[in-house]
């Protein structure tokens, strides 16, 4: 696919300029607005948008805006292509929240890949390092006032004190492209898609066994799993497992009816997050790609809390054991102990999200773990 | 009621906040603290004191009480 092409059964942010000017609003209006359309945050973590806009403009002060499209996901590629199609829609969501919390700096926080096509735009650019976890919002935080794209500590929490001292806001870029059409056609335009609980579309990137890797897809929440996977090409054949939510997420069966919701995913631990969607086919080991996943995000730690820093190695080494058959009594207890034991222990999220990929792939693959156990592989063996 | 902070970029695994804190501290794998039961770091007042104890001793400055429900 041509990354930046947005493919929608849904069009709403793809469809390019045209929408007219944005409505005078105030910010007390556009908060509202918000809170009646039911936007969460679309950069994972699902968080509802205008209770982050009323918290940082009830600390009173001079805040600043972070555009977020640092999207170091490896296997997302949503905010590249709404760069490309839609960069105007952004930098109107950008205008409307700096208006809600009382900003008077903004910046657009994207990888250095971007900058040329954004220049043009009014908005100052920053460089996002091209790493896992530099879209942390306390990574953006420290990357736009020229430190290191690292988190920090959370006992204050940047909507408090961020930027400078600043109270600070940090959006993910399809997020406020949002809130720049609800801005023209209202909280009800925004609902009529998605579900009731889980209100408007999302973008989503489908990648590994469809025919269109790579592709980008808008959809309401609550999308059958199969009919995203079809506007990626449809799969290159039988699935065994599919990857919701990044490498941060849950694996889900590959069942075409299951609606890509939080609320249909709870069951398996997994959640649409930043909506990145991965088809593992029938012939790979689910163990062999969580393993490689882990591998990845062990590689990925910021380096600078302890029970991460030891503790994700550890966890991939031993998911690894477990995935290429070096077996050991109390193997799956080991890889179940070190997810519990860095759940909780860093700075950011990094350890959990990966400790929850782990015990997802442990419950997700339970038959290829026995069979591992007993010195088999099911996917070598074509069962 | 309190519970204990850990700023995780800052402790590097000294261990003297498990040794003043038994009760409510052990050390993992690598000798960084951990909760003794399930990742609960509120603290008892009869541990107030000894907990105000590892705050002002911990070499990295690693600690601190909050309120127990932020």
Redesign the interface.
């Known amino acids: 696919m041509t990354t930046s092409s947005v493919v929608a059964s849904e069009s709403r942010l793809s469809s390019g300029s045209g929408h007219g000017p944005l409505p005078a609003l105030t910010g007390a209006e556009i908060i509202a607005m918000a809170r009646d359309a039911g936007i969460t945050g679309r950069g994972g973590a699902g968080f509802p948008v205008w209770r982050k806009l009323a918290a940082v403009a009830a600390a009173g002060r001079p805040a600043v805006v972070i555009a977020n499209a640092a999207e170091g996901e490896p296997a997302s590629g949503k905010d590249k292509a709404l760069l490309t199609a839609a960069p105007d829609l952004i930098v109107d969501g950008l205008e409307l929240v700096a208006r809600a919390v009382g900003a008077r700096t903004t910046y657009l926080y994207a990888p250095a890949g971007a900058h040329s096509s954004l220049r043009s735009l009014p908005v100052e650019l920053r460089t996002a390092p091209d790493a896992f976890v530099s879209g942390e919002e306390s990574a953006a935080v420290a990357a736009v006032t020229g430190r290191d794209a690292v ?3 959370k ?1 204050i929490r940047i909507t408090e004190s961020g930027a400078g001292g600043a109270p600070t806001l940090v959006q993910n870029v399809e997020t406020l492209a949002h809130l720049a059409l609800i801005a023209r056609y209202g909280p009800g335009w925004f609902r009529a898609a998605g579900t009731a609980d889980e209100p408007g579309t999302f973008l989503a990137t489908i990648s590994g066994a469809v025919r269109r890797p790579g592709a980008v897809v808008e959809a309401g929440y609550g999308v059958r799993l199969g009919d995203l996977i079809a506007a990626a090409g449809g799969p290159t054949g039988r699935l065994r497992a599919v990857l919701v939510g990044g490498y941060h997420g849950g694996w889900v069966p590959a069942d075409p009816d299951l609606p890509v919701s939080r609320a249909a995913m709870a069951r398996y631990g997994a959640s649409p997050g930043a909506g990145v969607v991965v088809a593992l086919p029938a012939g790979s080991c689910g163990l062999v790609e969580s393993a490689r996943i882990a591998s990845y995000l062990a590689g990925a730690v910021a380096g ?5 820093v ?2 994700l190695p ?1 966890m991939a080494q031993t998911l690894s054991d477990l995935a290429l058959r070096r077996v050991r009594p109390g193997l799956p207890a080991e890889v179940d102990r070190l997810a519990r ?1 860095v ?5 950011c999220r990094h350890p959990d999200g990966t400790a929850r990929l782990v015990l997802s792939a442990m419950r997700a693959f339970d038959t290829d773990v026995a069979a591992h156990l007993s010195g088999h592989c099911l996917a070598e063996e074509g069962r | 009621m309190n519970r204990l902070h850990i700023d995780w970029t800052a402790c590097d695994g000294r261990g003297l906040c498990t040794e003043l804190l038994p009760e409510l501290l052990v050390e993992d794998d690598w000798g960084y603290p951990a909760a003794r039961t399930g990742g609960d770091l509120t603290v008892p007042v009869a541990l107030a004191g000894e907990a105000r104890e590892a705050v002002s001793r911990c070499p990295a400055l690693a600690l601190r009480l909050v309120r127990a429900e932020g």
């Not at chain 1, 600078?304 to 991460?308: A, E, K, R, V």
């Open positions: 988190p920090a500590d006992r600078q809390c302890g029970p991460c030891n503790g550890r034991l759940t909780g222990r860093g700075a």
